[in-house]
């Protein structure tokens, strides 16, 4: 049967468009989506936490190897000073023993003093008179020494201090100064 409704239209009830729990619905539909929504965003925030971990991790290590670079750095200018004033012998015996001429030997090698100056480097020796003469081996080994660029790198000035003439043979030494 069909049902009529004659009442003034302020005194009748109106039709509802929602069903009267239908707030709660929506309210609790609402409730999920801010739970679903504030837990993906936590998610999220926890994953770049963990990457921004690993990130701070490596530019802590990156740091550290910064700070043993900048420190290596500076032991390696430290040993390239100490290299530059220290003198390797046995590159310098090689060479002297590679540039001496025939006829010419060595009786002596030490560090001395010359005249209150710094320490030199003294090198004594003999020369027979062979291809052209005693003197000439020795200006000729001089010459060998200075234009030896590995040798005279070290040092500054070579002299021929003084020479002795000796059955047949004569004796040299060589004043070598250190830069």
């Given at each position: 049967m069909?049902?009529?409704?004659?009442?003034?239209l302020?005194?009748?009830?109106?039709?509802?468009?929602?069903?009267?729990?239908?707030?709660?619905?929506?309210?609790?539909?609402?409730?999920?989506?801010?739970?679903?929504?504030?837990?993906?965003?936590a998610?999220?925030?926890?994953?770049r936490?963990?990457?921004?971990?690993?990130?701070n991790r490596k530019?802590?290590g990156?740091?550290q190897?910064?700070?043993?670079?900048?420190?290596?750095?500076?032991?390696?200018?430290?040993?390239?000073k100490?290299l530059?004033?220290?003198?390797?012998?046995?590159?310098?015996?090689?060479?002297?023993n590679?540039?001496?001429p025939?006829?010419?030997?060595?009786?002596?090698?030490?560090?001395?003093?010359e005249?209150?100056?710094?320490?030199?480097?003294?090198?004594?020796?003999?020369?027979?008179?062979?291809?052209?003469?005693a003197?000439?081996?020795?200006?000729?080994?001089?010459?060998?020494?200075?234009?030896?660029?590995s040798?005279?790198?070290?040092?500054?000035?070579?002299?021929?201090i003084?020479?002795?003439?000796?059955?047949?043979?004569?004796?040299f030494?060589?004043?070598?100064?250190k830069?």
């Open positions: 069909l049902k009529i409704n004659l009442l003034p302020q005194m009748r009830r109106r039709k509802e468009m929602f069903p009267p729990n239908f707030l709660f619905q929506l309210g609790g539909i609402f409730l999920i989506l801010l739970i679903a929504i504030s837990l993906i965003i998610g999220i925030r926890w994953q936490g963990i990457s921004c971990r690993r990130i530019w802590a990156f740091f190897l910064e700070n043993k670079n900048r420190q290596l750095e500076v032991k390696k200018r430290n040993l390239e100490y530059k004033r220290k003198i390797l012998w046995n590159e310098k015996f090689d060479l002297i590679r540039l001496l025939s006829g010419v030997w060595l009786t002596e090698l030490y560090w001395g003093k005249k209150g100056e710094e320490k030199v480097f003294i090198i004594e020796g003999q020369s027979l008179p062979l291809r052209g003469g003197v000439d081996n020795i200006i000729k080994f001089m010459d060998n020494l200075k234009n030896s660029k040798f005279f790198a070290d040092f500054k000035k070579i002299e021929l003084t020479r002795k003439e000796s059955e047949g043979t004569m004796g030494k060589l004043v070598i100064k830069q």
